[in-house]
């Protein structure tokens, strides 16, 4: 897979690092079948796994058996890859109150960065790794916007809030003039911090939330939330989350239904108000 390219290749190198190579070891391609992959399905949903999550590693795991067909290493696929059941209902976020309570606990926290990555990714909705890759050079403070040059959707320009934008201005102020990464690490071979997830949720738990629930995505969940739930058109909303699809989009709005009776009640004044 590595001289193959393609797709996510990193985080496809990171699935197998983290979870496939460990659990199969050196067990060869052709004798991985459908008993190992259900056992592999089963570790990882006992070690509480999220089913998205589980998923991408086995996408990883069926690519690599489709690229081993292709280059003649295999005859066919050694097993039969049944994807788990994906949770679409429920989208967890924040409200304003636990926000302000997640980056207080953010302030007291020993580590430097988590306040930082918090506080952009609770203003920008960008996602972790976005965040982590944020290059010092790539921030333009007077046009309040980060230029964002990998991302799902292609290269962009990430709009910063104005609470945002003055923060990164005094912090920029105090970093040395020439830290390439927003999130530096010496012992990273790109540079910059690759994960902050422990970190994360040791503020999540001084902060009296639920660890479980709130993750680094969540950061991203509660801002395209508020952003809907302020009644931002959903095109500016997907402007400002990056994502590919309007689609993707309208789900913040399908799961708030509180924002939706607000609508209606809307409507309904427009035709039963008495003038």
Request: some cysteine.
């Amino acid at each position: 897979l590595e001289q193959e390219g393609g797709k996510d290749i990193e985080k496809k190198r990171q699935r197998f690092k983290l979870h496939l190579d460990p659990f199969f070891g050196t067990k060869p391609l052709s004798q991985i079948d459908t008993f190992n992959v259900n056992r592999y399905k089963k570790t990882r949903i006992d070690h509480k796994a999220a089913p998205g999550t589980i998923n991408r590693e086995l996408a990883a795991l069926s690519h690599l058996f489709s690229k081993a067909v292709e280059w003649h290493w295999l005859t066919h696929k050694p097993a039969l890859i049944r994807r788990l059941t994906e949770d679409t209902g429920r989208i967890i976020y924040l409200t304003t109150e636990q926000c302000k309570d997640l980056l207080d606990a953010a302030i007291e926290d020993s580590n430097p960065y988590c306040y930082t990555f918090i506080l952009i990714g609770l203003e920008t909705s960008l996602r972790r790794e976005n965040i982590l890759s944020i290059r010092v050079e790539n921030i333009d403070l007077n046009k309040r916007v980060i230029y964002m040059s990998h991302g799902k959707a292609g290269a962009r320009e990430q709009p910063l809030t104005q609470n945002l934008t003055d923060f990164l201005k005094m912090h920029l102020a105090n970093i040395p003039a020439d830290q390439v990464w927003l999130f530096p690490s010496a012992q990273a071979k790109n540079g910059h911090i690759p994960c902050i997830r422990k970190p994360f949720q040791r503020v999540v738990k001084a902060a009296g939330l639920n660890s479980d629930e709130v993750t680094p995505h969540t950061l991203r969940h509660t801002a395209i939330t508020h952003l809907v739930q302020a009644r931002v058109d959903l095109p500016t909303v997907q402007r400002i989350s990056g994502h590919k699809t309007l689609a993707m989009v309208a789900r913040y709005s399908h799961q708030n239904g509180a924002h939706i009776q607000e609508a209606m009640d809307i409507l309904n004044d427009r035709y039963h108000t008495e003038g």
